[in-house]
């Protein structure tokens, strides 16, 4: 991938300004004047990578005390370098909820293909929020190697942990007619049969 176009071409920010954008991003009103002041902050620090990147890093470090991690995580990806991929993961891992899902939906933006190996490792998590942040990444990624370790979970003791790989998995084409079968016979949670039934359906309408 290209990425000539997000590098640093123009000159080097002035410290201030490079901050004030930061924390024009960091912003979090959500009217559309404060939107398009966040877009016009995001370009500027596309235009400085060099110096942008480093510091957006930063802030996902637990000492940096940003309020607004989820601006910051959203914006990764889009710089598609790779040493963000790392730090991403580890919040992906060690976060709380709703934090650890932007994290994983980030690695599933990302265009090198090492934040798709960081998405299979979260679904050997210990943690369920991160093997749920995965199987969501992974379908939001949409590539059909990840059918294997998806599967290979399956039958995790955690029923949102296995509702959520099901959905994944589902998603992306991994399952069988009768595998699908399977789970709508033998799932002992009926949010999870209904989801094999509602997937089994879709299926069967597609083909």
Avoid: W
Wanted: negative net charge; hydrophobic residues 40%.
């Amino acid at each position: 991938m290209n990425n000539d176009h997000i590098t640093n071409s123009g000159p080097e920010p002035m410290a201030s300004e490079l901050e004030l954008n930061i924390q024009t991003l960091l912003a979090p009103y959500g009217d559309a004047g404060h939107q398009r002041d966040r877009e016009r902050a995001l370009a500027y620090l596309l235009a400085h990578a060099d110096e942008a990147h480093p510091r957006l890093l930063g802030l996902l470090s637990p000492s940096s005390g940003c309020r607004n991690p989820e601006a910051v995580i959203n914006a990764l990806p889009i710089f598609a370098k790779p040493e963000s991929i790392p730090v991403l993961e580890e919040v992906m891992q060690t976060a709380p909820e709703a934090i650890s899902l932007s994290a994983g939906q980030a690695l599933a933006r990302h265009p090198d293909e090492a934040a798709a190996e960081a998405l299979i490792r979260g679904l050997r998590s210990s943690r369920n929020d991160a093997v749920i942040s995965s199987a969501d990444g992974l379908l939001t990624r949409g590539e059909k190697s990840s059918c294997l370790p998806l599967m290979e979970i399956m039958a995790h003791p955690d029923r949102e942990v296995r509702y959520r790989v099901l959905q994944a998995a589902g998603g992306l084409g991994c399952l069988t007619n009768d595998q699908l079968r399977h789970v709508a016979t033998n799932e002992p949670e009926q949010m999870i049969r209904e989801l094999a039934i509602k997937l089994l359906q879709e299926k069967s309408a597609s083909s």
